[in-house]
């Protein structure tokens, strides 16, 4: 598994990152724990979660759990020196953490301390913000994007606070690096701009959605990740398991995340079954699983990515694992590319 440095952090992590929003509801502590054995043992050195995880649902008594079970391995293990640990903080919410309320700077201080407690650790390796205070076009909210009401100095306060923040957490030695998630190429250059002329902690990732089925970050998050430095955590690169041919004719499996959300946070339409067969067939027709294809594809992208995927059980992740080393030839990325100008964002 290569690695890959982390923005400009000293940081090097592996080219795939394994997420953890399932642990603590659909994956038990003791299978978790397992899939973290698993990953390392493939050569990946990165584990993400966040203070809000479990997901499908989100509950608030739950909230926090997905860190409790990644800190019980790390404090069961004695391996804290072998991974990379990201987490993050919510923003504003229905009511599942903080009673709704979001971040500031007071906000940080307190959730970092809270999140290395369940974390059973000295040092969070990397901390994000789950999403911008402000809004986001994330999560099939890009159809209707309306910024206008955005003030823009307010941004600018909020952020300055927040990195100001971030700041005393580093020089404590309770953070190393920093990053973003579900964020737009201005918010990046806003975040890396302030931190630069005030002399604070600089962003050194991004976590936003990005699949085959998904390429927003392909345009201007693509120019602002090359020219600042910002490597991509990319998330869902499976497509929420639509990529795994798993949900074709209509199919629902027991214990999967359609048949506990529905429509797998709006991703579920009449176009986007066809479009997926597309690219199963491509994948077939080159003698390739398409879960593998999916994943390798990531690491032809012409920015830095680290691919973020979930497994519900062991036998999902071995299946993903197994395709580590695949590389894809030129052939298949044009079809690829190809694909993607005949079918543009299905979701």
Known sequence: MQKLPLG????????????????????????AHSQIDMALDAGINFIDTA??????????????????????????????????????????????????RGYDGAVIREAVDQSLQRLQTDVIDLYQMHWPLRGSYM??????????????????DHMLDVLGALDDCVKAGKI??????????????????????AGLPRMASVQNEYSLLCRLYDTDMAEMAVNEDVTLLSFSPLAC????????????????????NGNLGGRMNDRVLPVTQVYLDLAAQNGLDPVHMAMA?????????????GATTKDQLAQIL????????????ADIDQANRAHPMPY
């Open 297 to 309: 594809w990531q690491r032809t992208r012409p920015f830095p990515v680290s691919a973020i995927f």
């Open 176 to 197: 190393r690096a920093i990053g973003m998630s579900n964020e737009s190429a201005w918010g990046m250059t806003k975040w890396v701009d302030q931190a630069t002329a």
């Open 241 to 260: 398991g639509l990529l795994t041919g798993k949900y074709q004719n209509g199919v629902v499996p027991d214990g999967s995340r359609m048949a506990i």
């Open 139 to 156: 999560f099939r909210q890009n159809w209707t994007f309306d910024p206008s009401g955005q003030n823009r100095q307010d941004t600018l």
């Open 8 to 31: 400009r952090s000293d940081i090097m992590v592996s080219e795939w990152c394994l997420g953890t929003m399932t642990f603590g509801n659909q994956t038990p502590e003791s299978d």
């Open 322 to 333: 197994a395709g580590r080393d695949v590389v894809l030839d030129d052939d298949v990325i």
């Open 51 to 100: 203070e809000m995880y479990p997901v499908n649902p989100i509950r608030a008594e739950t909230v926090g759990l997905s860190e409790q079970i990644v800190g019980n391995w790390l404090a069961r293990t004695g391996r804290r020196d072998e991974v990379v640990i990201a987490t993050k903080v919510s923003g504003d919410n229905p009511g599942w953490v903080r009673e709704g």
